[in-house]
Every structure is written in structure tokens, then in C-alpha cells.
């Protein structure tokens, strides 16, 4: 079936560390790939998408491409902060279908100054 | 502008008990989701609204689980009775349209636990 795949946390950096978090997905066809973070006591809110294979989502720093070959949608930030600490899940939806989230397990990070 | 807003955003009830969960949508938005999240894992779709129908209900207990979204703008969701295997959060989203990678805004969640 379709599902999404994530690298356990919790995942500990210091300050100005580089950040990976792994992504791999499952499924048919061509589908949309999202990160989301959901900071501590917050909603999930969108922090990048790709929607086809080889484009590069960013934002405030995180990159994520879309490589179909390895089934793969990895995050990465260069330098992370303190503020960076929150949860973050990776989710796909299906070429299609409607828009239906179908996330991963999440991956806490913690920065330490 | 307002985001989505959800209440109450944490309920402590016995087993047994009926429960209910309420969401309103950024206004203008005609799809709304809710999700459930299991501890320690992602969130699971329950029932997504296109206006004021159901359209995907197909993962939502039904035997005690119901939903409404009367007049397409704010929804209820609720457990009757609740089970202890029912402590989650409850979240709900909602879309412009509910096509593909139309980006969902979330609601910070209900935080329900069963005793």
C-alpha cells in the first residue's frame, strides 16, 4: 500500500549543526510530497512540497528534493537553530486522488544552544 | 486572517462517555479534514467534507463515530461511547478546494484522553 517511511528520533544536534532527516515513500504513480512541522504546541503547518520528481522545495532555510529513483524526499538544513527543535513529518499525496495526506510517523528534533 | 480554530483543546472524560469535538474552517475554505493522531505517529484522515458532504468517510469508526458539517462551514465531530484505545489528538484542516496539493491549514488539535 501507500505509506511513508521516516528515520526515528529523536534526533539531537547543537546549534549551527546540519540537519538530515530521512524520507522514503511508497506509492503509485506520481505522488505530490510534503514536509510538515508541528512546533510545540502549534498545528502541523506546510514547511516545503514537491510535486514532481527532481524539483527542490524550500523554505526558511530546509531543502527537500523529489528523487523518484530512490523513492526518497530527504530534509536538510545547513545550520539549524534553536527554534528549529519541533516535530517533523513527511506525507505524500497520490496523483489522481484528492487531496488526502498520508504522512509518516514524525521525527522529533532537539537543538541545544 | 484567522487560522483554524478548535475547541475544546483538551478533554479528559471516563470510558463509556460521549464526547464531542468542534472545528471551525479559515473562512472561504469548502473542504475540511479530520485527522487523528495516535501517540508517537502521524496523523490518520477520519472524513473529509466537500461543502457540507461527506466525501470520504471511509476511515471513520462508524459504529460509534460520527461527524456533521451543517451549512459547509463548522463541524462537529463525536464519540459515542468513547473507548480508552480513543486517546489522541483530533485535528482538523481545511483546503480552498480539496484537489490534489491544495495546501491543508491545520487546527492546533484536541488533545482527548479516555480514562
Known amino acids: 500500500g501507500n505509506s511513508v517511511t521516516q528515520m526515528e528520533g529523536p534526533v539531537t544536534l547543537s546549534e549551527e549543526a546540519f540537519l538530515t532527516i530521512n524520507c522514503t515513500y511508497t506509492?503509485?504513480?506520481?505522488?505530490?510530497l510534503f514536509w510538515y512541522v508541528q512546533y510545540p504546541g502549534e498545528g502541523l503547518q506546510l514547511l516545503l512540497k514537491a510535486t514532481k520528481a527532481d524539483d527542490k522545495g524550500s523554505n526558511k532555510g530546509f531543502e527537500a528534493t523529489y528523487r523518484k529513483e530512490t523513492t526518497s524526499f530527504h530534509l536538510e538544513k545547513g545550520s539549524v537553530q534553536v527554534s528549529d527543535s519541533a516535530v517533523y513529518f513527511c506525507a505524500l499525496t497520490l496523483s489522481g486522488g484528492y487531496n488526502k495526506l498520508i504522512f509518516g510517523a514524525g521525527t522529533r528534533l532537539a537543538v541545544h544552544p | 486572517e484567522a487560522g483554524v480554530v478548535q475547541s475544546p483543546r483538551y478533554k479528559i472524560i471516563e470510558k463509556k462517555q460521549p464526547v464531542a469535538f468542534w472545528c471551525n474552517p479559515i473562512?472561504?475554505?469548502?473542504?475540511l479534514y479530520w485527522y487523528r493522531q495516535n501517540l508517537g505517529q502521524g496523523p490518520e484522515l477520519l472524513i473529509r467534507?466537500?461543502?457540507?458532504?461527506?466525501?470520504?468517510d471511509s476511515q471513520l469508526p462508524k459504529d460509534r463515530f460520527s461527524a456533521e458539517r451543517l451549512k459547509g462551514v463548522d463541524s462537529t465531530l463525536k464519540i459515542q461511547p468513547a473507548e480508552l484505545g480513543d486517546s489522541a489528538v483530533y485535528l482538523c484542516?481545511?483546503?480552498?478546494?480539496?484537489?490534489?496539493?491544495?495546501?491543508?491549514?491545520f487546527g492546533p488539535g484536541t488533545r482527548l484522553t479516555v480514562l
Open positions: 467534507y466537500e461543502n457540507e458532504e461527506a466525501v470520504d
Open positions: 484542516a481545511s483546503s480552498l478546494e480539496g484537489r490534489q496539493n491544495n495546501e491543508q491549514f
Open positions: 506509492a503509485t504513480g506520481y505522488p505530490s
Open positions: 473562512s472561504g475554505h469548502n473542504t
